[in-house]
Antibody, heavy 121, light 106 residues
């Protein structure tokens, strides 16, 4: 069974840092592009970042570029998101999400259960 | 960035109703359109990919159609477990973007 389990969320002050992790199991982790998608309380979904299987292709949304860093550890089947200079509008549930890419395109499947990040003084 | 606009933002329906949700892209995305279902307090799950393909395990009462800029999600006969929020998402170009969501309520 494919599983994605996030950890590392919590309460942090504005300007602070936090590192999220995602433990993957049930599939060949290094073969898949991985993403972080977030959802502010009561709001919709916002894609944050992706990293390809070998880690040499990375992309960020404009809202986090220069502040967040995505990385992966294929030896330990783990995905990370280092978040610096956090702001109140970064408050959200952060989901670890696997890419499924085929000739028809790509889609997000599955999603982890999410970890809540709260930025507040 | 490609903007995705869903309508309506919310709707009220009854068990057995036929429900249609639309999603419009700000530019052509061919068939690179996915739908997700999210129940309260839960992570989203994939409902339809490539505009009209159902993953295994998704009930056949769900269907998707469209190409270019206009897409539709249809639930042919609403069931109690279908009350949720539905999101469309384009996978044509980065940044990958979602619609604002459609909440289906009783």
């Amino acid at each position: 069974e494919v599983q994605l389990v996030e950890s590392g969320g919590g309460l942090v002050q504005p300007g602070g840092s936090l590192r999220l992790s995602c433990a993957a199991s049930g599939f060949i982790f290094s073969s898949y592009t991985m993403n972080w998608v977030r959802q502010a309380p009561g709001k919709g979904l916002e894609w944050v970042s992706y990293i390809n299987g070998v880690g040499n292709a990375i992309h960020y949304s404009d809202s986090v570029k220069g502040r967040f860093t995505i990385s992966r550890d294929n030896a330990n089947n783990a995905l990370h998101l280092q978040m610096n200079s956090l702001r109140a509008d970064d408050t959200a549930v952060y989901y670890c999400v696997r890419d499924r890419r085929e000739q028809l395109g790509f889609w997000f499947d599955p999603w982890g259960q999410g970890t809540l990040v709260t930025v507040s003084s | 960035d490609i903007q995705m606009t869903q309508s309506p933002s919310s709707l009220s329906a009854s068990v057995g109703d036929r429900v249609t949700i639309t999603c419009r892209a700000s530019q052509t995305i061919t068939s690179y359109l996915n739908w997700y279902q999210q129940k309260p307090g839960k992570a989203p799950t994939l409902l339809i990919y490539a505009a009209s393909t159902l993953p295994s395990g998704v009930p056949s009462r769900f269907s998707g159609s469209g190409s270019g800029t206009d897409f539709t999600l249809t639930i042919s006969s609403l069931q109690p477990e279908d009350f949720a929020t539905y999101y469309c998402q384009q996978s044509y170009s980065t940044p990958w973007t979602f619609g604002q969501g459609t909440k289906v309520e009783i």
